[in-house]
Nanobody, 125 residues
Framework: QVQLVESGGGLVQAGDSLRLSCTVR????????IGWFRQAPGHEREFAAS????????YYADSVKGRFTISRDNAKNTVFLEMNNVKPEDTAIYYC??????????????????WGQGTQVTVSS
């Protein structure tokens, strides 16, 4: 069973930058498509970004496009989410997820079952 561990969350101010990391354990990350989802209080978990196994394709939600960048370092078994110019509406728990199938903005949360524990990002105005 693939295990994912997120880190890098915290409290930042609007306009700041933050980098989240997702390290895959017990498996080889290059076998998996990786996505970042987020869940704000009172809201459902939603797609934020995803990357294919060899980074040839990356997908972003419209709400983060141009501000967030997803990348992966397969040699380090880690995927990153670089968050720039963050906004208060980016406040959420951020989860990474691994799948052997392509993850896109259309992928339904119930179709995914290998999640990390999440990392809290709070953006103050």
């Amino acid at each position: 069973q693939v295990q994912l561990v997120e880190s890098g969350g915290g409290l930042v101010q609007a306009g700041d930058s933050l980098r989240l990391s997702c390290t895959v354990r017990e498996e080889i990350i290059s076998d998996y498509f990786i996505g970042w989802f987020r869940q704000a209080p009172g809201h459902e978990r939603e797609f934020a970004a995803s990357v294919t196994r060899t980074s040839n394709f990356k997908y972003y939600a419209d709400s983060v496009k141009g501000r967030f960048t997803i990348s992966r370092d397969n040699a380090k078994n880690t995927v990153f989410l670089e968050m720039n110019n963050v906004k208060p509406e980016d406040t959420a728990i951020y989860y990474c997820v691994a799948s052997r199938k392509l993850i896109t903005p259309a992928t339904a949360v119930p179709d995914l079952n290998a999640w990390g524990q999440g990392t809290q990002v709070t953006v103050s105005s």
